[in-house]
């Protein structure tokens, strides 16, 4: 009997899942995804299939109280009767923080919740969500093997020079420190690079995760080797919502001039800065290209001016560039994006090849460009979904995880 793999990346107002099936988990296919949304105010369920046609919705009734229990036992007994015949083989879960420990997926047995419990701290406005599911999960179907995928993962190697932070050593030692996120993101990209251009997969690359929340990583031979969110993903590049690198002085003013307590500068830092914080419009990079207010201009000008800034940075950690690529929703599908970073990183030798950055081509940088820039379209799911079943596999025959 065929199996599927649930990917599940739960946060505190949605749980986004994708469903592949085992057998064409290379395809790069999905059987179906969706979301829940609006947990908390008015819950949503919407399921997608692989053409993005709506397969069911249901919405819970606005009010109620509703554990993660509750949103997810809907979402189970859907994916039994749509999978009909196929059995679920395992559920891998997007976690957002691994600490200094975890390098790679693995099985979520008690001792590794625990383990994971404890650094909620690093993570409070993720890593509870995610937990909560895999709890959810346990209580629903305690057989069904849940897997742990790690956003910080992939940057597990970087040097200690580019993961401390210049504070006392005692901090460093409760993990203050660099971690870097969207490593599954990154750790898709490099694959996918390694498929198209191995020799460029073997160089000096920057990736550009540039979705809601956004980041950029600096590989050498596909391995991270520095990248721009740092102890939390609210560091680096200007993101939708989040304001990226800022002086800490600009924080002890708030505080001082302005009363302001940590959840208010918590709530400030993550929900109200970035691009809707500087446009006063939107958080949402189509409705400020389209439109034709100052500020949506300097919001979108300021996104550009720090993606090359911070790109600047990561090619002196690298030692030079060889590739650049642009990937999520914004680096996917946002030509004028990509030409003005590319413009303002001339410098380095970069020529955009113009008619294909308009097209969205794989690759478009010209022939003599010193740098090659390509688009790939990244998919944390797949990637999730890949690893659940090579941990999942490895745990039912014995072999170490
Ligand atoms: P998330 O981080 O939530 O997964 P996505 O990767 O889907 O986010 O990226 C969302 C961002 O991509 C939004 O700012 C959205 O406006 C932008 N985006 C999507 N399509 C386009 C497009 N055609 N042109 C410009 N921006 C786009």
Redesign the pocket.
């Known amino acids: 009997m065929s199996q599927a793999i649930l990917s599940l990346n739960a946060g505190s107002s949605s749980i986004k899942f994708a469903l592949h099936d085992v057998a064409a988990l290379g395809s790069g296919k999905r059987l179906s995804h969706g979301q829940i949304e609006g947990i908390g105010s008015a819950p949503h369920f919407v399921a997608r299939g692989a053409d993005g046609a709506l397969l069911t919705e249901y919405r819970w009734p606005s009010g109620a109280a509703l554990a993660h229990e509750d949103l997810l036992a809907p979402l189970l007994t859907w994916i039994t009767s749509h999978l009909g015949a196929q059995s679920l083989a395992a559920v891998g879960h997007r976690i957002v923080h691994g600490g200094a420990t975890h390098d790679r997926p693995v099985l979520l047995t008690d001792a590794v919740i625990a383990d994971l419990d404890k650094l909620v701290p690093l993570a409070p406005l993720h890593q509870p969500h995610n937990l909560a599911a895999v709890r959810a999960l346990r209580k629903l179907r305690p057989g069904l093997p849940q897997v742990a995928c790690f956003d910080t993962a992939f940057h597990h190697g970087m040097a200690p020079t580019v993961t401390r932070l210049a504070l006392p050593r005692r901090y460093a030692a409760e993990g203050v420190r660099r971690y870097g996120f969207h490593g599954l993101s990154y750790e898709y990209i490099a694959g996918r690079l390694r498929e198209q251009a191995p020799t460029l997969a073997r160089g000096r690359v920057i990736a550009a995760h540039l ?3 956004a980041s950029l990583c600096g590989m050498a031979d596909g391995r991270s080797v520095d990248t721009t969110m740092g102890l939390t993903a609210l560091d680096g590049l200007v993101m ?1 919502t989040r304001c990226g690198s800022i002086d800490p002085g600009a924080l002890l003013y708030l505080q001082q001039q302005h009363g302001m307590s940590a959840s208010a500068l918590e709530h400030l830092l993550y929900h109200e800065s970035g691009l809707l914080g500087v446009s006063g419009i939107s958080n ?3 409705t400020l ?1 389209d439109s034709a207010d100052v500020h949506a201009r300097e919001a979108v000008d300021l996104f550009v001016f720090r993606i090359a800034r911070e790109a600047g940075a990561l090619a002196s950690s690298l030692g030079g560039l060889d590739g650049l690529i642009f990937s ?3 680096g996917e ?2 030509p004028a994006i990509r030409a003005a970073v590319c413009a303002r990183l001339a410098w380095l030798g970069i020529r955009l090849d113009d008619d294909a950055n308009a097209a969205g081509a794989t690759l478009i940088s010209t022939p003599d460009s010193h740098v090659q820039v390509r688009i790939i379209a990244t998919d944390e799911e797949a990637m999730i979904a890949r690893h659940t079943l090579a941990v999942a596999l490895a745990g039912h025959t014995g072999v170490a995880s």
């Open positions: 979705g809601n929340g939708g949402d990079m189509r290209l999520a929703g914004i599908h946002a």
